[in-house]
């Protein structure tokens, strides 16, 4: 069955750098667009990134662009997204989600999420 | 970009009665290939988001059939016939059709009364 299982959480301080991981399992990975969305502590859902299914294309939020980077190894089926300076606002639940969609996104299977607690 | 808000924000339904779920859209979301992009989520408490409905009103594999979606151009509407103790939980409409990015409604907190 579909798995995704995020890693690479914790807590840091404000203007360091993490890496989070996606795992996936269970589908072909080279064939599926990946997202990562964030749910901020009792708030609501954010997208954050997407790469295409063979990484051609990168799309970010503005509220992320120049400090985050999606990216993918097919080799190993893992999603990443590489979070530098980071902030509080930051401080987030961050979700992986495979898209299905071929037009337009449609995050069928999403992770567990990993935390990521920004604070001094 | 495409704003979604969701009405109401909180909805205390009693078991068994039915719960409707509103999601406007600042823009039309029908695609120029005819189709809407527009899913709703559940989140359960403690769980990450469960797509319910994709395009608009396509059900997903598994999902009770008391749930519905409906709606066009700019509303839309997620239905629940008969609320259960299990469909506690925030529901999220997202839309892609104009993307990116991909923008999120702000989400509808269903409870029991």
């Known amino acids: 069955q579909v798995q995704l299982v995020e890693s690479g959480g914790g807590v840091v301080q404000p203007g360091t750098s993490l890496r989070l991981s996606c795992a996936t399992s269970?589908?072909?990975?080279?064939?599926?667009?990946m997202h990562w969305v964030r749910q901020a502590p009792g708030k609501g859902l954010e997208w954050v990134a997407v790469?295409?299914?063979?990484?051609?294309?990168?799309y970010y939020a503005d509220s992320v662009k120049g400090r985050f980077t999606i990216s993918r190894d097919d080799s190993k089926s893992t999603l990443y997204l590489q979070i530098n300076s980071l902030t509080t606002e930051d401080t987030a639940v961050y979700y992986c989600?495979?898209?299905?969609?071929?037009?337009?996104?449609?995050?069928?299977?999403w992770g567990q999420g990993t935390l990521v607690t920004v604070s001094s | 970009d495409v704003v979604l808000t969701q009405s109401p924000l909180s909805l205390p339904v009693t078991l068994g009665q039915p719960a409707s779920i509103s999601c406007r859209s600042s823009?039309?979301?029908?695609?120029?290939?005819?189709?809407?992009?527009l899913d709703w989520f559940q989140q359960r408490p403690g769980q990450s988001p469960r797509r319910l409905i994709y395009?608009?009103?396509n059900r997903d594999s598994g999902v009770p059939d008391r749930f519905s979606g409906s709606g066009s151009g700019t509303d839309f509407t997620l239905t629940i016939s008969r609320v259960e103790a299990e469909d506690v939980g925030i529901y999220y409409c997202?839309?892609?059709?104009?993307?990116?990015?991909?923008?999120f409604g702000g989400g509808t907190k269903v409870e029991i009364k």
């Open positions: 997202m839309q892609g059709t104009h993307w990116p990015p991909v923008t």
């Open positions: 269970g589908f072909t990975f080279s064939g599926f667009g």
């Open positions: 790469i295409w299914y063979d990484g051609s294309k990168k």
């Open positions: 823009h039309s979301l029908v695609h120029s290939d005819g189709n809407i992009y």
């Open positions: 989600a495979r898209d299905l969609g071929v037009v337009g996104p449609t995050l069928d299977y």
């Open positions: 395009e608009a009103s």
